[in-house]
């Protein structure tokens, strides 16, 4: 079985994930993200694109109560009705949820998010954000049983019952763990982690258990989610964890043949 | 079982039915709207509100890819969301879906509408909506047979894969027929069917299956769609059909007991 995370920023042609689905034999949950459909609907709608920069390196997207509202319209509305609707004129019985349908995705709520602002450290709190720590796989379970494929998204529902806007990466590989996933595959719109991230031939083919930690530290912005994400599958057991690209021919397969950042035990 | 559909107009208190939910015993499918908030959606994004008045005199939103997508965002991301949010909060394991998912509600799509403009009927073709027709229970009573909540929203699917703005009340009619439901509770920010739309004091607390039709008749608007969905159900043997308030403690209680208008055997 196979989770598939479908990211969510512009330029991320999903006809070719969609036709592939229609010969592939593997059971498959799909997760996707939509930040470039939030940030369009944010920004026609005059509300600013805040970004927190973590102590920890991390961007995050600020997240008050009427962002949270458009976070849901945009993933939970456009975005994943729209894959859902492609899929079904397919033929693929697909049901589209968020983390907060039947507790699927739960999430400790970030209580107070440490952010660098010239060079000094501040406290945010309130913030609608987490991070995804409990997948309740028994909904999952339940839909692949019966032959439909979930199409899940952000956001997940914390521990004490808010939505929160949570990483997709992040959520697909704890939901990769959960499931006991034969492969994870974080799929984007660039070919993998590249060495340079202003050169598409720089691509990091492989990172071997040793050298995750390194791999981390140098990647950047949305791609040091993803790795992050991959290094938390791979270490607790996820078999084949791969970064590659969405915008190709038979994308699936050609992740799992190795095309692609590709996660080794070495 | 119950089908309970909560209006999407202005002014609906969803706390009511929510906590009430947490006493509930019978098991229970909701249904809800949200033309209030893909009203405020469209007006600021400066989309016009058009409104197509059909020959068989009933009002049809103007549905075309754009309102469509807004649509979506309205009805499973904001109001859906909200929904499970607050059921999850109180406990209830709810689970949020839209007629596209599992093809829940599948629908015949307008391939043409006729409409008056100026006294003369006029030909619409490719709009975005239609009628549900069929309910494919399947996914429905896997939920509730383990216990989880469905809460349901259009648009529907149609029979050649459209995402189609379709009306919520029939839709929930058809879903009462399909899974033999014990009643259709339609609940909205009325309390009932009125003789006179501007006082709320002229309720119409029965109508016996030989006036269904002259009732039909003088309903208007949103109403008319209400009393069309419940002369459905009740002519497909759903034993009790109320159409009443939201905005009371223990709405659905209430209702079962007679509050509203009921419809009867007589």
Same mark, same amino acid.
């Given at each position: ?17 969609? &036709?592939? +689905?229609?010969?592939? !034999?593997?059971?498959? *949950? %799909?997760?996707?993200? =939509?930040?470039?459909?939030? $940030? ?100 999952? &379970?339940? +839909?692949?049983?019966? !032959?439909?494929?979930? *199409? %899940?998204?952000?956001? =997940?529902?914390?521990?004490? $019952? ?105």
């Amino acid at each position: 079985m196979l989770v598939v995370k479908i990211g969510g920023s512009k330029g991320i042609n999903l006809d070719n994930i969609v &036709k592939e +689905l229609i010969h592939l !034999n593997e059971k498959i *949950v %799909l997760v996707h993200g =939509a930040s470039d459909e939030l $940030n369009e609907l944010q920004q026609k709608l005059g509300i600013p694109l805040e970004t927190y920069n973590l102590e920890s390196g991390f961007e995050s997207r600020k997240t008050d109560e009427k962002v949270l509202e458009l976070f849901e319209m945009a993933y939970c509305g456009k975005m994943n009705k729209k894959i859902v609707e492609m899929l079904q004129a397919k033929g693929i019985n697909a049901v589209g949820l968020s983390g907060i349908d039947g507790r699927i995705f739960e999430a400790k709520r970030n209580s107070a998010i440490r952010i660098k602002e010239n060079e000094k450290i501040k406290l945010v709190k309130n913030d609608l954000s987490g991070r995804t720590e409990k997948v309740n796989a028994q909904l999952i &379970k339940l +839909l692949l049983d019966n !032959n439909f494929v979930p *199409v %899940l998204t952000p956001p =997940a529902i914390s521990f004490d $019952n808010k939505a929160v806007n949570v990483d997709g990466d992040f959520s697909a590989a704890v939901l990769a763990v959960e499931l006991k996933a034969d492969a994870l595959l974080l799929l984007s719109n660039v070919s993998g982690l590249l060495e340079n991230i202003d050169n598409e031939n720089s691509l990091i083919k492989k990172i071997s258990s040793k050298n995750i930690d390194s791999a981390l530290d140098s990647a950047k912005g949305r791609m040091k989610k993803k790795v992050l994400a991959a290094k938390n599958a791979f270490e607790k057991g996820v078999q084949k964890v791969v970064i590659g690209s969405a915008n190709i021919e038979n994308p699936i397969k050609s992740a799992l043949n190795g095309q692609g950042t590709v996660f080794l035990n070495e």
